[in-house]
Structure formats: structure tokens, C-alpha cells
């Protein structure tokens, strides 16, 4: 049940490919200075957020970070509506408000990122109890990093979530640093997931690999499905670039990133595809190209769509 | 007509909006069995059970943010927060997710969360447990604030709060939870929003916010032993509040006093001085007066000395009474 | 090492009768109305402040909760002195200003008790941050329930202390409520020690027994002042009335309650001290007259203190 | 004198500070080796190494406690919000223990923090990384809240903040953080509590606030060619703010403009409007105006409509100088 048959397979290939092409183009654009304020992609990371979406339904619920571009197309965001967002535009899922940083859409269950680190995880946790109270059978999910683990949120919020049972899957994408700091200053421990032990849920360490993290997020959304509670998933991620777009992450040895990049999710993954001919190289081809079209597309919109009117500036504050 | 209490008035608001609307659900620490530490969900756990009245552990800042989560999926969740000293613990939750998500995503969410809390001295709880914080929320666009002051209006203004597809931050006075008064037997709301003239006079605009609505008309009383008629008018409401009604009673008096239990400076009463000010100068023959608390923490035992009261209101009047343009 | 000598044992019971019977005095005094506010006895749990505090020098800091008498009189707060701050006394340590809630005393180390569940933890981590700079050897001691664990704060303080490794002792007194609402409704552990985990912290359970909570302690506190870094106490304590004075705890049965008073800590030290020859009955029997002297004394100040006057409201604010 | 930027005189505060008294310690996120989110202890870990520079977990509230616990134990802890907005996470650490230390404990301890955040707007930074949200502090007894607006200032300031044996919330402006401005080469200090006339002027008072500071200067220069005169106060301190300037210039021109980035409704404009209207209503010649930012969160794109700026500054003096008496 937790292998992914062909069909998936190729739809969570064309997904990463999506989610790395979409960031490739946002950092372009990005250095042009056509989109304003600031973005943090999540390149090196592509596996997490398709491997865990896959398993989620329009109506499941997600939450996400600053670092949430990846979670946002993998649950099913619109793109040229998310394009249009971070140029800021009137098209724009948010009408322009929210930019990168708090993008969100009720359709397919995106509650928002979230500019502060820890902020969405006990908003996750409400949306959870509010299905958990309908018995809707709907699972949400809390993507955050291992920084954010650091904040009295993260602890309250999983306190919360064992003891009423909540169906939520707690996702820690731990890459190793905190804007420019690498955890070993923040934290004692190595591994997040022995944090669940404090709060009596199981807590699973997971490589940064696409198949291994669909088996054990299929087991932990399964989890919250059948109303067993929550779980913290920690995937072992690599950030490639540096904390924004423009951080030239002089912290870093160079070597660190270079090992970084060479643990790549997506050619990983690629390669087993070749060869258990799932894909061949021509199709794979095919997918790039319809991937940049698609992107390309969507920057057009964009950059079609007018900037928000300054008379829109007082509008629906309150209901 | 019936004689209630002010926190009984507060429980039957929850009661009736739970039992009108299911969506309505309870989250506070110890509200479950234990009924609330002040008894505001008294008997609410044995009607609604574990799933609506969800008794939480010491977790403010979760418990807010975990309103927010709610809120934007459907639920219409009510936050007890024990001590609005406490507040300062969920000030994330509260001013940069609940108040932000409607606008900030484009108006796609609904937020109806109410935050109860009571504020205030009066039981010499001491300076972590007397604060009266409502400027600061106040000063939060996305929020709305209210303040009231009796059994009527705590039940009216709650009901009308749940109601409310917005945000909400309730804030009740611990010092009032005893206090009797008459409601109507029969369903009422009284309107967010709306300031409510509790006396009507002629020479002084007394605008008040909570306990200092009793503090004030105590000092009408003893005001009119000296032939000084001041209008009492409730501000109810913080913000968004009232200008018609307090611009009105100004254009007739011609002084203002205003008077909170808060700190003074850069209180509620500055904004409603400068809002008067900036648009209406001309009407006023008398400096705007304003009543507060000093500028230090509240004191344990010092507290009667601490707290705001009628006799600096009858000071205050007085004052604006002594020139006439 | 570990095993407290004569005189010690002698000063040990002398403090939790101490402690005992200044609550009681202060049950019944508050019942008349003359100390203002709230008050909050540890009746029931004196084993801990004074086996933990045993181990500490005035120079020692600690922190406290809203039910620290027994913390700061076993720290070594002025008794006198202590009596009219909560009578709201000009003569008391915080001239008034504090009562029971936030009562404080440099000299002894006593950073003061907090109105806020989890406030008074941070403040704890940075006293000992203080100390670890200054290489003075001081040991921090910060006491909270098993409420406040559930507090971000507790979280946060608790990581910080251990990456730096700081010469503290949390020491959690689990009384089995918050309040009026019991552990297993805000808590899906059963041992609070095992939050220690996710801090790569030593924890421990202890008995609600003196002189396993004296040994404990002694190896805490030891660790600590060997810059080894903190640990993480819990004490399986009992409260026997209610949350404040005047809390009939209706919440709780009968029966829960009688059995938390047949685990008293006093007297199962007595019966021991008895039976070891430590003391005799006439020597116990001199000693709560003593302790009963000193008390009504302490009262008797209190009355006759005045209150602060008004002149005073403003005064100090600034330094 | 030298010229520098606005973030390098934060930095050379600090290090001067630290290298002057070895109780001074640095707390923050990603203030070691990164050398702070914008640059302000770039060098400094170098220098004073990971026991005075401590580079936090991201634990807002533990950390304002613990320099809490750590100042009342001897140190002279500065911390450093990354950004104003997160200051929601930690109110209890700075508003129920920082500020309440010293008058709750009888004057027993002193309590030398110093909170350093960056506020504001201008960046795109959005809803959650762009509030101005002082006037929350300066309603706070206890804590001194200050808001300089150039090089000069921001390290005079600065050092004067850390010398303070009091609580003081010290917000930075992050679009100001490169602007170079002219310092002297040797220590100087700039006194807390003191505002700053930065252009005399006879016809009308704007009191201005942190950025709000230079578009007055903007504003002053548009209006001379209308031969209006204004004088350009910057308020430096918000609490305790500086009466007697500001009294002063009000009873010299009578007229005031007060700007501030911050929302306007409940804002610290509203306290100087209110103080001025209690204390010297006579004086005034004409409404006093407030310009500050609309009643919505700072949206993402349409950021250069929501910030005040200098054309609101001209239209409101030209506002209170459509009538003489
Ligand atoms: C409350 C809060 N504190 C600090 C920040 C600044 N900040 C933004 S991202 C970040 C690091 C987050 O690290 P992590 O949780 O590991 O996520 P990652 O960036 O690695 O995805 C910090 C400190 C913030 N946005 N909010
Ligand atoms: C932040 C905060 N939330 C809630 C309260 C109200 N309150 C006071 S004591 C208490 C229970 C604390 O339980 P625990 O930590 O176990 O300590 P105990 O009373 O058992 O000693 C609560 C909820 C508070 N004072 N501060
Ligand atoms: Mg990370
Ligand atoms: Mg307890």
C-alpha cells in the first residue's frame, strides 16, 4: 500500500521537477528585483513536501512557514494565482497582501505561511481540532523546521495534539540550520523526532528520500486518518541556497554545500526512474518542457496582472 | 426582568450562543469540570461535554493560535484567558495570526475568535494579575475591543460578539463579576460598536470605560450636590468606538473627562482626547481632562491608592468647570 | 555523601516544621481577612523546598512560583520580614508591593516568586547564565509544578540551559494538579522527568520522601556547581488543600484527598527521627514550640508594621 | 567627524560598550559568528567570543526572561529582537517581569536590559515583519521606550541605553539601517528622555517620530516654498518623553502636527495630543493633527500607499493653517 504504483510515481516526479523549476525561475526573476520584500526557496528540500501532499485530499489542511513555496504547489496551489502573489498583484491569491511569506488558499486546504517561526503550528493544531470536532475525516498537516522546534509553540502545540488525539501530522524539515546558524548551537539533541517522546507521540527520523518519506508519512497520515493522533516526522533535508534569496551564505563551507548538493532528491529520484524504466529520458524531457512552459506562463500572468489599487487599501479589514 | 450577576450574565451569553449554534466551542484553562477559575463556564462541561468545552493545559500561546486554526475552518471558538495579565504570553497569536489573517489573505478567511478576559484591580491580586491592557489591542487593526461594565451589557455585548464574524477581544472586569443588575428574561443583544449614555447631563461629557462607568456616576451623584449636571455615557466599545455619540454629547457640553482604570499615559482616553481635538476643537471651552491610573505597576497593598476613582473624576469635572470662554 | 548528619537531619525537620506551621498560621490569619489577595499553601509538599535548598548557599540563586512560601523560607528568607510583605506591610521585603505572589530577597538569592506559570523559569536560566559568566560557582535552583511544564517557557529554558550548559537545577514538584484540574487532563505523560529527553538533560523521578529528594538534589545541585549542566527534577509531591485558600476543592474526592494527607512527609521524617534516636519526643515537642514562638512573633510584627503610605505609590519606579 | 551608516553606529555602540564594561553581554538569534540578520554585531563575536555574544535558540520568550534573571544577578544584558513584530512572542518577559522587577520587589533589584528591535516598514517585508508598535511599550511603567532616527542619534542613544540602570526598549528603524549621517570621531553620548529640535522653525510644531523624522525635513522643505516655517522636533524618547520641548515650541508656535509610522488610532501621537489638550489648551491656535499609518495591516505590495510620508505631513500643517484666531 505504501508503494506508489506507476501513475503516482510519475505525478510526484513532475511535482519536484515543478517545485525546483518554479524556485530556479523565482530566483531569476527575484535578482531583477521585479518581486519585492523577500523569498526563501527550498531547493534540495522538493521530496518532503511531495512525498507528505501525496497523501492529502483537496479538503485536508496544511500549514506551512516562510520556506513554503514547495508545500503550497504540492497541496495543490494554482500557479499562476501563487505567481501572481509574490509579484505582489492583484490576481494574486491574497490580492497582493501577503507576498511569498503568508500565502495562502482555503480551496485547497493552505491555511497560510507564516512569517513568524513557530506561528503556524499551533494554528495547524486548531485546524485539526476543528475536524477532529465535525468528524470530517480530515487530516492537516504542520510542515516547519528544526529551528522552529526551539519555539514554546512547538511544545505546547504537540502537548495539545497527544492528548486530545488530534489528526495531525507534525513535519519537521530539518536541514541543519536556522537562517544562518546550524543546529548544533541551538539544540543538544540531534535528532528532533526524540522530542515526541515528551509528549507520549511516535517520532520517526527520515531520510531525504522520496519513496522512504511516502512510506512513513503514508503511515502517519493514515494514523491521523483512523483518529490514532498525531505524529512528528523529522526528514533529514539539505537547504541548498543560502536562507533568502541574495544570502550568499558565507557561514557555510563550501564543501558542506557541495555534499549538500550532491544528496539531490530529484536526480535521486530521477535516476531510479531511468532505471526501473518508470520514465525514459526523452519523457523526462518531455516533463521539463512542459514544466518551464507552464512556469513561463505563469510569470507571464503575473506580470500581467495590474498591482493592487491604492483604493483597495482600506478594503475588508473586517467582515 | 430578572436580577443576575455579572458572571452568571456572562455564562448564560455562552450558554445560549452554544446551544443556538454548534459551532460555538469553549477553550480555556480549567473551564471543563472546574466551571472556570472565576465560574464564567460554570455547568457548561455536563450540557456540552469534552468536545465544545475543551479544558486546556497552561498553554496561552498555543490555545490562541490554536483558536486562529479553528476559526479559519469553520469553528466559532471562544478563548478564556484567565487573567488578561496573561495576554502577554498569546500576543502572537492574537495580534499577528488572529487580528492579520482576513486581511493579509486577501479577505479569503473568516476569523471568528472572541477572547475573554478580565482585567483589572480591586482584589489585591497584585501587579501581575490587575492589568488593564485594552490600548494595546485597541492599537491592532482587525481587532475589535470591547469593555463592559454591567449583567445587561456583558450578556448583550458577548452575545453579539459570537456573533460576530470577527475577531474579538472581551474584556470583563474582575471586580465587577459580582456585581447584580437586571436583564431581560427574554433573548437580547446589545450592538458592538455603540457607546450608551448611562446619564444624561449638561455641563460635563463624562466618557467612561468599564468599573470607571460605576466610579463615574458616583461622582455625578456627589457632582450634582453642587448643581453640576455631567452626561455618563459607557464607551462599550473601544474600537471601533462610538464618535457620534461622544462627539454629540461634547457639541452639547462643551467639556470632556475621560476616565479608565488604565494606566493614564498613553491610555485609551489619549485617543479619544485627539480624536476630539483633531476634529472638533472648536466645541471645547475647557482642556480635555483625562482619569488613569499613575504610571507604576499595581502595587498589592496599596491598591485603593492605586486605583482611579470617583473622586478624581469629581476633580476632573470640576476642573474642566473652572473657566468658562 | 549523600546521607545528612545529626545536626543536619535536626535542621532539616526543623525547616518543614517551620514551613508547615507558618502555613497554617497563615491559613488561619487570611481567613480573618487580615492578609489581602490571594494565597497559595504547599502545605503537604515541604519536603522538597527544604531537602533541595539544603544544598545551597544564600549566594545560590532561586526562583519560585505563586506557592513558594516553603521555597523561600527554606532559602533562608527573613521570617519577620517575610510575614509582613504578606500583610501587605511597609516593613516587608517589597514594602508592600509583592504579597505572597512575587515576594523576593537578593540577600538570600531569592529572585522572587512569579504570578506567572512559567514566568519565573527563564528567569532562573538567566540567573545561572549570570553566574556561569561569572565563574562564581553559583547554583541556580528554579521551582515550578507540573503545570508550568506545559508552558513554552519551560521548553525554551530548558534548551537553552542544556547547549550551554549551565549550572542549574529544574526542579518540577508534581502535585498531580494545575489548578483545579488533574495531570492526566493536560498531559499525555505520566512522568514529567521524561521531558528531559528532548533536552539531552538527566531526569529524574523522586519520591515525595526527604531523603531521597535530599540525595537527588545533592547530585543535581553537585552537578551543576561542577559545571557539568542542568538537570531536570520532578517530585512526585502531594497538595493537600486546594489551589488557594479558601478552594474547598470540591473537584477532588474524599478520598484522593485523605490519601494524599496519610503521605505526609513530616511525619514519616518524624517517625523516622524517633525511631533512629535522632530526636526524641520531648526534643520535637520543644522544637514546634519554638517554631510556634517564632511565628507568633513574626505575626505579631507583621500587625504592628504599617502599611505603606500613599506618599510611597510613586517612589522608585526608575532607579 | 566620520560618516557612517545607521547599523554601524549600533555596532560601534555595542563594541564600545562592551569593551568599556565586561558586564555588558549580547543575546540574540544569529548574533554570533552571522554577525546579527542586519548586520548590527557584525565582528563582535570575534572580539568578545560566545560567552558575552550568546547566540540564542529561536526562544523569544526565554530569552527576554533570562536577561531578565541575568540583569537582576549583575549583568547588563542588550537583546536583540530580530524584529519588532516578534516582540508579541515575549510581552511577559519585558512587560510582567523586565519592567516590573524593580518597583514590584520594593526597589530591591535593578533591572539594566536593553531590548534592541528594528521596526517598520519600507522593505516589503509585510504584514508580520513591518509594525511600529511602541506605543504598546510606552504605556508600560517600568520600561523607557526610545526611537532614534539618524547615526548620530541611534549610537548616542544606544550608549546612553546600556548605561541605563533601567529597562529600556530601544527600536531601530530597519529602513533607516543604511542611511550615513556624521558622527564625531570621539565618544559622545545622547541623553534619554531629551527630544531634538532638527529645524526651528516659527510656524507650526511637528513633533516627529523615528523615520517620520526625515519626511518632516522633506515636508519642511516643500512648505518653505509655500513660506510656511515649521519646526521639526524629533521626539527621540517616547516615554518619558521630553514636555518641556515640546511645551515649549507649542506655546512659541501654536499649532502641532505629530507624525508617526505607527497606526494612527491609539497611537503615541495620541498621548502628545492628549497632553498638550490637558495641560496647555490655550496655547493653540488651530486642531492639532495627527499623521500616522491607516487602520489595516501593513499589506505586502501596496506598501508605499500605507506608510506616511511627507505629503501627509504637508497636508496636515497646511490643515492647521487654514484658520488663525
Ligand atoms: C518568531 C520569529 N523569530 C525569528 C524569526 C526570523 N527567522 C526567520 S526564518 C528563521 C530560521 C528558521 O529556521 P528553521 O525553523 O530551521 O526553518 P528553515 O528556514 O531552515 O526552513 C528565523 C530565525 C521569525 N521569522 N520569527
Ligand atoms: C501564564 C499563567 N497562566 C495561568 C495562570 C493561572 N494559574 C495559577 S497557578 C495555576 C496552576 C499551576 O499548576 P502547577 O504548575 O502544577 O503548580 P501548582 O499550583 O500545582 O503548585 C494556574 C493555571 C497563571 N498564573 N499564569
Ligand atoms: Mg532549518
Ligand atoms: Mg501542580
Redesign the interface.
Known amino acids: 500500500m505504501r508503494k506508489p504504483g506507476k501513475k503516482k510515481l510519475i505525478q510526484i516526479y513532475k511535482k519536484m521537477v515543478t517545485i525546483r523549476k518554479v524556485e530556479e525561475k523565482l530566483m531569476e526573476v527575484f535578482s531583477t528585483g521585479e518581486i519585492p520584500g523577500f523569498i526563501h526557496v527550498c531547493i534540495g528540500q522538493e521530496a518532503t513536501p511531495v512525498a507528505v501532499c501525496s497523501w492529502l485530499k483537496d479538503s485536508d489542511y496544511m500549514s506551512t512557514t516562510h520556506r513554503g513555496h514547495g508545500h503550497a504547489l504540492a497541496k495543490g496551489i494554482d500557479l499562476n494565482l501563487f505567481m501572481a502573489e509574490l509579484f505582489g498583484k492583484s490576481a494574486g491569491y491574497c490580492r497582493g497582501r501577503s507576498g511569498s511569506m503568508h500565502i495562502a488558499d482555503p480551496k485547497t486546504g493552505i491555511l497560510g505561511a507564516n512569517g513568524i517561526v513557530g506561528g503556524g503550528i499551533p494554528i495547524a493544531t486548531g485546524a485539526a481540532f476543528a475536524s477532529q470536532y465535525k468528524k470530517s475525516g480530515q487530516v492537516t498537516v504542520c510542515f516547519f523546521g528544526e529551528g522552529a522546534t526551539n519555539e514554546g509553540t512547538f511544545h505546547e502545540s504537540l502537548n495539545i495534539a497527544s492528548i486530545r488525539k488530534l489528526p495531525i501530522v507534525y513535519v519537521c524539515e530539518n536541514n541543519g540550520w536556522a537562517e544562518f546558524t546550524p543546529q548544533k548551537t541551538h539544540m543538544p539533541i540531534k535528532k528532533v523526532a526524540d522530542r515526541a517522546r515528551a509528549y507520549d507521540m511516535p517520532g520517526a527520523v527520515v531520510p531525504n528520500d522520496i519513496l522512504k518519506i511516502y512510506e512513513k508519512a503514508g503511515e502517519a497520515v493514515e494514523r491521523a486518518r483512523k483518529g490514532q493522533g498525531p505524529t512528528l516526522l523529522e526528514i533529514k533535508s539539505t537547504r541548498w541556497h543560502g536562507h533568502f534569496v541574495g544570502d550568499a551564505q558565507k557561514y557555510r563551507l563550501e564543501k558542506e554545500v557541495a555534499a549538500a548538493k550532491k544528496k539531490d532528491c530529484i536526480a535521486d529520484f530521477e535516476k531510479k526512474l531511468l532505471k526501473d524504466k518508470t520514465l525514459r529520458k526523452a519523457e523526462i524531457k518531455k516533463i521539463a518542457d512542459m514544466v518551464n512552459q507552464r512556469i513561463e506562463g505563469a510569470v507571464d500572468f503575473a506580470r500581467k496582472s495590474p498591482l493592487p489599487d491604492q483604493s483597495e487599501l482600506m478594503d475588508d479589514l473586517y467582515v | 426582568m430578572k436580577e443576575i450577576r455579572y458572571i452568571w450574565a456572562i455564562n448564560e451569553a455562552i450558554k445560549e450562543e452554544m446551544e443556538r449554534d454548534d459551532k460555538v466551542?469553549l477553550i480555556g484553562?480549567?473551564v471543563?469540570?472546574?466551571g472556570g477559575?472565576f465560574g464564567a463556564s460554570r455547568g457548561l462541561y455536563d450540557l456540552f461535554g469534552p468536545?465544545?468545552i475543551?479544558?486546556?493545559?497552561?498553554?496561552?500561546?498555543?490555545?490562541?493560535?490554536?483558536?486562529?486554526?479553528?476559526?479559519?475552518?469553520?469553528?466559532r471558538?471562544i478563548v478564556e484567558i484567565m487573567f488578561m495579565?496573561?495576554?502577554?504570553?498569546c500576543?502572537?497569536?492574537?495580534?499577528?495570526?488572529i487580528?492579520?489573517?482576513?486581511?493579509?489573505?486577501?479577505?479569503?478567511?473568516?476569523v471568528p475568535v472572541v477572547i475573554r478576559t478580565p482585567s483589572g484591580g480591586g482584589?489585591?491580586?497584585?501587579?501581575?494579575?490587575s492589568q488593564s491592557?485594552e490600548?494595546?489591542f485597541?492599537?491592532?487593526?482587525?481587532l475589535?475591543v470591547v469593555m463592559p461594565a454591567t449583567p445587561y451589557d456583558v450578556k448583550g455585548l458577548l452575545k453579539s460578539a459570537i456573533r460576530?464574524?470577527?475577531p474579538i477581544v472581551f474584556i470583563e472586569h474582575k471586580a465587577l463579576h459580582a456585581l447584580k443588575g437586571s436583564i431581560p428574561e427574554k433573548e437580547y443583544r446589545v450592538p458592538i460598536g455603540k457607546a450608551d449614555i448611562k446619564k444624561e447631563g449638561t455641563d460635563v461629557t463624562v466618557v467612561a470605560v468599564s468599573k470607571m462607568v460605576h466610579e463615574s456616576l458616583k461622582a455625578s451623584e456627589i457632582l450634582a450636590q453642587d448643581g453640576i449636571n455631567i452626561e455618563v455615557i459607557d464607551l462599550l466599545t473601544i474600537?471601533p468606538w462610538d464618535r457620534e455619540t461622544i462627539f454629540g454629547s461634547v457639541a452639547k457640553t462643551h467639556r470632556l473627562v475621560i476616565a479608565h482604570e488604565?494606566?493614564k499615559?498613553?491610555?485609551?482616553?489619549?485617543?479619544i482626547?485627539?480624536?476630539?481635538?483633531?476634529?472638533i476643537?472648536d466645541e471645547?471651552d475647557?482642556?480635555?481632562?483625562?482619569v488613569g491610573a499613575?504610571?507604576?505597576?499595581i502595587?498589592?497593598?496599596?491598591?485603593k491608592?492605586?486605583l482611579p476613582n470617583a473622586d478624581q473624576i469629581v476633580a476632573a469635572v470640576k476642573k474642566t468647570m473652572e473657566r468658562t470662554f
Open positions: 466551542v484553562e480549567d471543563g469540570t472546574p477559575s468536545e465544545r475543551f479544558d486546556t493545559p497552561i498553554s496561552e500561546a498555543a490555545i490562541t493560535g490554536l483558536a486562529a486554526g479553528a476559526a479559519a475552518c469553520g469553528l471558538p495579565d496573561f495576554m502577554t504570553i500576543m502572537d497569536g492574537i495580534v499577528n495570526q487580528a492579520k489573517m482576513r486581511y493579509m489573505f486577501g479577505s479569503q478567511f473568516k482584589l489585591n491580586a497584585g501587579p501581575q494579575h491592557l490600548a494595546w485597541a492599537h491592532v487593526p482587525g475589535k460576530d464574524d470577527n474600537s488604565a494606566v499615559n498613553f491610555g485609551v482616553g489619549a485617543e482626547s485627539a480624536a476630539v481635538s483633531e476634529e476643537l471645547l475647557a482642556p480635555i481632562m483625562r499613575p504610571f507604576v505597576p502595587p498589592f497593598s496599596l491598591e491608592a492605586y
